[in-house]
């Protein structure tokens, strides 16, 4: 089988030939049929995700060992199950979305169903070998969702963009429910986040993006302004389109510049700021404005099997429209990091093996 690897942090990935793996105990081997590029692989790829000041959270002291396979937007056909893994879940010749946030099984928050929380995880792609290779190893198929009736394309994208979309909006401010709520950046995840906005809220939903086209697509898909954040006075703009500022901020790009630019966006008091985006750097904020403003400022960080199987239900029931998705051959691995690197993706990419 192939895998295209991070064989040196920041160098392009090479494609390598490994034997197809036997599946052990509870695993079941899957063969990937697609796999979506997600930003988070630039900072994976990278090796580092950047805490400003000079400092960085490295890749390699989360456990991660080179030659690495990312990849954790994953759909597969089940090859075989191991010896131990329970019948029932997961049948041979069945094509599945994988839940790639996987914990260590045992701890606390395991046990709650928060896996994504587990301080020992197993994530597919980000800790351990994903989905950029002709097969991966799930550890239990009770990780296995069944998407009949989608395009496996558009599946994928579910198990990160799609479950992080949808577990950041359920983070709106409920205290300022009406108010309008805006998305800011519209890369795979804020996209998707607009297309489901409509199960969580029915307040007038607001896009900000430096990107003219991502502007105009958001605008064909129902927000009712959209700004651009890069603009002087921006900010003032947005208060004045909302009569005294949104309720809640989602940030899908995670600087210090969006984050100003949201602050300033949002109501004097009683606002919500959700943070989404992994871009980095830090931010430095008036301490008094937590009590003067009633703000809240909050993290959101993907979500449980649970969310993914609601989520495939919902878009099975045609509840919301999917992103648009373009697919490309995992050869051309490289080429779709570079493309997502330099703004030029609207909607996702996946690799298709
Ligand atoms: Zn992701
Ligand atoms: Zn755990």
């Known amino acids: 089988m192939r895998r295209a690897q991070i064989v040196r942090w920041g160098e392009p990935l090479e494609i390598r030939e490994y ?16 796999c979506g590029v997600c930003h988070s692989d630039l900072h994976i ?7 400003g000041g000079g400092e960085k959270l490295s890749i390699e002291e989360r456990g991660v060992r080179l030659p690495f396979t ?12 191991g ?15 994988v839940h790639p946030w996987i914990g260590c099984g045992s701890c ?22 994903g989905g950029y290779g002709d097969y991966v190893i799930v550890p239990h198929p009770r990780y296995l969702v069944p998407f009949d009736g989608l395009p496996r394309e558009v599946a994928c994208t579910l198990a990160c963009s ?4 949808f577990g950041a909006l359920q983070k709106i401010g409920r205290e300022l429910d009406g108010w309008p709520v805006m998305l800011l950046g519209l890369g795979g995840v804020g996209a998707a986040a ?8 029915d307040a007038p939903v607001y896009v900000a993006d430096i990107d003219p086209k991502k502007r105009d697509y958001a605008l064909s898909r129902g927000a009712a302004a959209v700004f651009d954040p890069a603009e002087a006075g921006a900010e003032k703009k947005v208060r004045e389109a909302s009569g005294g500022g949104v309720g809640t901020v989602i940030d899908f790009v995670g600087r210090p510049e969006t984050a100003r630019f949201a602050l300033g966006s949002l109501v004097t008091k009683g606002g919500t700021l959700v943070v989404v985006g992994l871009y980095g750097d830090r931010l430095q904020i008036p301490m008094p404005y937590f009590p003067l403003r009633a703000l809240t400022i909050r993290g959101s960080y993907v979500g449980t099997v649970e969310d993914l199987r609601t989520l495939v239900r919902l878009a099975q029931e045609g509840r919301f429209e999917p992103v648009p998705v373009h697919t490309r051959p995992l050869e051309e691995a490289n080429a779709a990091l570079e493309d997502l690197a330099a703004g030029r993706v609207v909607g996702r990419q996946v690799l298709v093996p």
């Not at 990312?70 to 199950?81: D, K, P, R, S, T």
Request: net charge negative.
């Open 108 to 129: 606390a928050f395991c046990k709650k169903g928060l896996e994504h929380y587990c301080p020992k995880p197993r994530f597919l792609g980000t800790v351990v070998d």
């Open 70 to 81: 990312m990849g954790h937007e994953i759909a597969g056909e089940v090859v075989e199950l």
């Open 162 to 165: 799609g479950v992080t979309a």
């Open 194 to 201: 607009l297309a489901m906005i409509r199960l969580v809220t």
């Open 45 to 51: 790829h990278q090796g580092f995700f950047d805490l």
């Open 83 to 97: 010896p131990d893994a329970p019948r029932g879940l997961a049948e041979p010749g069945r094509e599945y979305v």
């Open 19 to 34: 034997p197809t793996p036997k599946p052990q105990g509870t695993e079941v081997l899957v063969r990937v049929t697609a």
